[in-house]
């Protein structure tokens, strides 16, 4: 509603300002009981209070002029009271909070399901990661990590690579820009194995050692179907006194069919790596047509998994330079390493490697 111009005054009894007066606290009182919103309160402030065009100030200007001297105390005396009742009013107006209408649309349906969150789960390599460490674990092996950005010392050079490797080529391991002015052995790379933790294990503690460390490893490789410049391996190296090569193919047979499922068959190749002699492929019977032969073994029924053998009396000499009870005439041991994503791959049937890393939440959402 809008409110009535202010009249001039011309009785200043008692009974005549009582009625001025009345009449506008009830059209102050009618206006703040319509206010809803802020916008609304904003104009009533202005309306009644404001300095210049406000209502009261009206009042004040014309009637406390106009009223004869005896008059202007008991004027003024209500014109305090009404300023004090308009001062109130958009105080409560001010603190009333939202107005029911502004409420009833942020009212929320307490019987509507909510906004469903997803819930994480381990990422497949993670998963396959665990598993294959959780199988040495009940071996007795303890789990140890090391740092991906290495040294070339760790990552060859006490691994038995000779200087001239291909390995060391940049062409095949990622190194850190800016190290030529650093020894050779003392320049930083990104790992290409986990194998240099073999050697900061056994420099840190004496013989026996049954240690596994699974993680993350990078080399200079274009990706396709099945290689990533980035992928995870998960390495062991077992330490003792009387550890044979029967050891290193009982251990790995059981693995593999704890993996796999007990009627999956291993089978040892002669390989090379600098760091075990002998050296060892292990192949393990196909998964998928059982040794048959089949597209996904090239019909030779055999699928090469991972590298092995028994450690290099080479190595063992780079850690008796820490660690002195790594005397080959002492103790023996042996090594293996193997790729996490190809056994992932194998496990889950994934044909791409490249489908762990992208991130694409219809591949991952199947491990949930
Ligand atoms: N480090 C080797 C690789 O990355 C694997 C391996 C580990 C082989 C331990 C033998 C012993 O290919």
Known sequence: ????????????????????????????????????????????????????????????GRWLKAAPPEAKKALGVRFNALKAVVEGLLDAALGAGPSEAALKAEAIDITLP????????????????????????????????GPEVETDYYNFECMNF???????????????AGQERRPLRDRLLLRTHTSPVQMRTMEQQPP????????????????DATHSPIFHQVEGLCVDTNITFSDLKGTLDHAMKA?????????????????????????????????????KCKQSGWIELLGCGMVDPAV??????????????????????????RIAMMKYGISEIGQFFAGDMRFLSQFV
């Open 316 to 341: 063992f000499a780079f850690a008796a330079e820490k660690q002195p009870a790594y005397d080959a005439k002492q103790i023996s041991g042996f090594a293996f390493g193997m790729g996490v994503e």
């Open 162 to 176: 000779p200087p001239g490797h291909p390995a060391r080529d940049t062409q095949d391991t990622l190194v850190v």
């Open 259 to 295: 993996l796999f499922g007990s009627t999956v068959k291993t089978r040892f190749f002669p390989s090379f790596f600098p760091f075990t002699e002998p050296s060892a492929d292990v192949q393990i019977s196909c998964i998928f047509c059982g040794g048959k032969g089949c597209r």
């Open 1 to 60: 509603m809008t409110n009535e111009a202010i009249p001039n005054l011309t009785a200043f009894d008692e009974a005549a300002l009582d009625k001025a007066f009345a009449a506008l606290e009830a059209q102050a009182r009618e206006a703040a009981r319509a206010l809803d919103g802020e916008a609304a309160v904003e104009a009533f402030r202005l309306e009644w209070l404001g300095r210049k065009q406000g209502r009261l100030n009206e009042v004040s």
């Open 114 to 145: 909510g906004t469903r969150r997803l819930i994480g789960a381990e990422h497949p390599i993670t998963r396959t990661m665990i598993e294959i460490v959780n199988v040495f674990a009940a071996l007795g092996y303890s789990v140890g990590v």
């Open 208 to 223: 026996p050692v049954r240690i596994v460390i699974p993680g993350k490893v990078h080399r200079n490789d274009a990706a």
